[in-house]
């Protein structure tokens, strides 16, 4: 059996740019798609925790360092720059993998710095 799972993400990413007009798509930051692991062309998910919108599109390379969170295109329409936003990205692995995989989870600030990363995200209390 196959399952689809959390592969990585960039948590509270703040959008600098939303670019109706420029090719479909979300331009990151170089520095941090290769921080979360997160390869040019690769489909994303985005969850904007300021409207609830939730869209799929992929993700290009921004400068590296610029900090740049850009959503482009049709997607343009569902976040505006500060907006935050999470960007996942999934795997599909096989079962007997699950067990040893874990996610690389990047957690950034409003100016979007990366304040920790982790690999699991702790027990929700209830």
């Known amino acids: 059996m196959q399952l689809n799972l959390l592969k ?3 948590h509270r990413a ?3 740019h939303a670019e109706l007009d420029y090719d479909g798509s979300c331009a990151i930051d170089r520095d941090l798609m290769q921080l979360a692991g997160i390869l040019p062309y690769e489909q994303i998910q985005i969850y904007n925790i300021t409207n609830g919108e939730r869209f799929t599109t992929y993700a290009i390379e921004a400068e590296a360092g610029s900090r740049v969170i850009s959503v482009n295109g049709a997607a343009a329409h569902k976040a ?4 935050r936003v999470i960007i996942c990205a999934y795997a599909v692995l096989e079962q007997r993998d699950v067990a040893d995989f874990k996610p690389t989870l990047v957690y950034l600030n409003e100016r979007n710095q990366v304040e920790r990363t982790s690999a699991s995200i ?3 209390a209830a």
């Open 8 to 10: 990585c993400k960039l």
């Open 14 to 16: 703040c959008v600098t």
């Open 80 to 83: 505006a720059p500060g907006d």
């Open 122 to 124: 702790a027990v929700q």
